[in-house]
Structures are given as C-alpha cells and as structure tokens.
C-alpha cells in the first residue's frame, strides 16, 4: 500500500536564519505509516496550489505566535513575536486546501491557526487575559501530562479516541478564544480553555492544544491520532 505524503509546515530559528523541525512531528508521522516532507516558505500562488495538490495531508505545527492582524487586534506586550513569512505561507496554503477536504492536522499554534484561518480569535496571553491555576506552559519532561482534559463524547476525537478523560502536556501562553464558525469544541480544560477542535463538515480536520507528538511513544491516545489522521490521508 502506497504511503501517504505528509506536508509539515516548517519551524523558523531567527538567529540561525535557517528551517528547523522538532523530530517528534517527524517521527509520529513515519511511525503512523505516512512520509513526512518539511516545506519552505515557498508562497507564491503556483506553488502553494501544486503543494495544496501533491501532497496527501497537512500538519500545521507548534512555533511562533500567529500576528495578531490576522484575527482583528493590535499586538499586546505580551504576544510573543512572529514570523511574517510562515503567516503567509500557512494562511495561503490553507485557503487552497480547505477546498480539496484534504485531511488537517493543527498541533498547538496549529490548532489556534486553524482556528484563525477561519474566523476565530485568540487570546494572545493566557496569564494576562484568561488567569487560570491550570498548568498550560510546563516545564521538561515535555511527555508528561500536567493537567486533564475533557472530551466530549462526539465528533472527531472521540471517535479516534473513545474516552473522555485524559491528561495531557502543556506548552503554550496562546489559546483559542472566540471560536470560528465553521470549528466545533471537542475538548476543554477545567478552566474553560478549549484544547480541541474540529469541523463537522469536513472529511478530517482536527486541531490539539497539547502535542502528541512529544508523548505518542508512551501514550496510546497520541498514537491512535497519528495512526486516525494517515489513515484519513489514504482515502
């Protein structure tokens, strides 16, 4: 059986001036039997419509937060700072594959992204705008979970998981606030802060707050998204 391409977007190091990428996303990828494959910040409109083409599924990945133009507000002191090309190169890219119903999968700033790209807000710092005694920026081991989650017993998630409870790790200061009109919640913290999100109407796009590929090789939910989302990139 033919394994699935797997377009990751890429991380950015400012002071190197070079990509780089965290080998969980990689690994959690070849070890769910897909191939996974970094891109460029390629944006120009040819490419990005013969990439949103050849490539079987999309992983938007963690990183720089998202600027905050992109949802409507000015950038508050405490918005860490972004990385102008990877905006364009994911909003471009998404606009062209939300059409073809290709699999997503947003990990972290991914799943605010998704949530962005579709008409959503953020709340740019947790601590400043939504204080909470939840744990959502750990500290290493990165594989451990720090707080529960709960997931509701429908759509997307549950059904790749078929549990409500899990415990999960943590690492981000930006969360999804107003929630685009085209996502549904599938999964919150006790304090509110929503930790997943996916669209009904589509084939396969799921958006994760903690990241999975940082505890797939010790925790059987992570592998099960991994295996549920190359799988999805088969059909």
Not at 43 to 63: C, L, N, P, Y
Not at 149 to 156: D, W
Not at 217 to 231: C, W
Request: negative net charge.
């Amino acid at each position: 059986m033919k394994k699935p391409l797997i377009a990751l977007m890429p991380l950015w190091d400012k002071k190197m001036e070079s990509y780089w990428m965290l080998p969980g996303y990689t690994e959690l990828i070849i070890k769910s039997g897909g191939i996974p494959v970094v891109l460029s910040f390629a944006d120009d409109e040819e490419s990005v419509k013969e990439i949103a083409d050849r490539f079987d599924g999309f992983v938007f990945t963690g990183g720089d937060d998202i600027n905050p133009s992109y949802y409507g507000q000015k950038m508050l002191p405490e918005c860490a700072e972004d990385c102008k090309e990877r905006d364009s190169l994911e909003f471009a890219l998404f606009k062209e594959v939300i059409k073809t119903d290709k699999p997503v999968l947003g990990i972290c700033r991914g799943m605010q992204f998704l949530n962005v790209a579709l008409g959503g807000t953020l709340y740019q710092d947790i601590p400043t705008q939504h204080k909470s005694d939840i744990v959502h920026r750990q500290g290493k081991p990165y594989d451990e979970g720090v707080h529960p989650v709960n997931v509701a017993p429908y759509g997307l998630l549950y059904s790749i998981i078929g549990t409500e409870k899990l415990m999960v790790n943590s690492l981000h200061h930006q969360a999804a606030a107003q929630i685009a009109p085209s996502l549904a919640v599938c999964a919150s913290a006790p304090d509110g802060i929503a930790e997943a999100v996916y669209a009904p109407q589509k084939a396969f796009v799921l958006g994760l707050q903690w990241h999975p590929e940082m505890n797939f090789k010790k925790d059987e939910n992570s592998l099960k998204i991994g295996k549920a989302f190359v799988e999805a990139c088969r059909k």
